[in-house]
């Protein structure tokens, strides 16, 4: 069982930056391909972000987002720079145990609770 908490939303005005962090327990937390999610109101979860031995994004975040890694304190990061408003949503955590990494949201099998980001146009 991995548990994962999300940190880091708030409230950033467009042009702004964000550091969302990931914290996961369990000891294989190297194992795991991880990524990130985001839903707006009243849209569907959407895949933004994973990594694995590379990392891979939705196209509406390239060269915006970066993700990365620290296997050594079972944390993932991400970093959103030139924000939009379109932005706006909870954004989640979560871990793909077999760690083939996908962009889809099912193949994930542990989810954090999400947090929320806000950015203000």
């Known amino acids: 069982q991995v548990q994962l908490v999300e940190s880091g939303g708030g409230l950033v005005q467009a042009g702004g930056s964000l550091r969302l962090s990931c914290a996961a327990s369990g000891r294989t937390f190297s194992t795991y391909a991880m990524g990130w999610f985001r839903q707006a109101p009243g849209k569907e979860r959407e895949f933004v972000a994973g990594i694995r031995w590379s990392t891979y994004y939705a196209g509406s975040v390239k060269g915006r987002f970066t993700i990365s890694r620290d296997n050594a304190k079972n944390m993932v990061y991400l970093q959103m720079n030139s924000l939009k408003p379109e932005d706006t949503a909870v954004y989640y955590c979560?871990?793909?145990?077999?760690?083939?990494?996908?962009?889809?949201?099912?193949?994930?099998?542990?989810w954090g609770q999400g947090t929320q980001v806000t950015v203000s146009s």
């Open positions: 979560a871990a793909d145990a077999d760690g083939s990494g996908s962009y889809y949201l099912g193949e994930y099998d542990y």
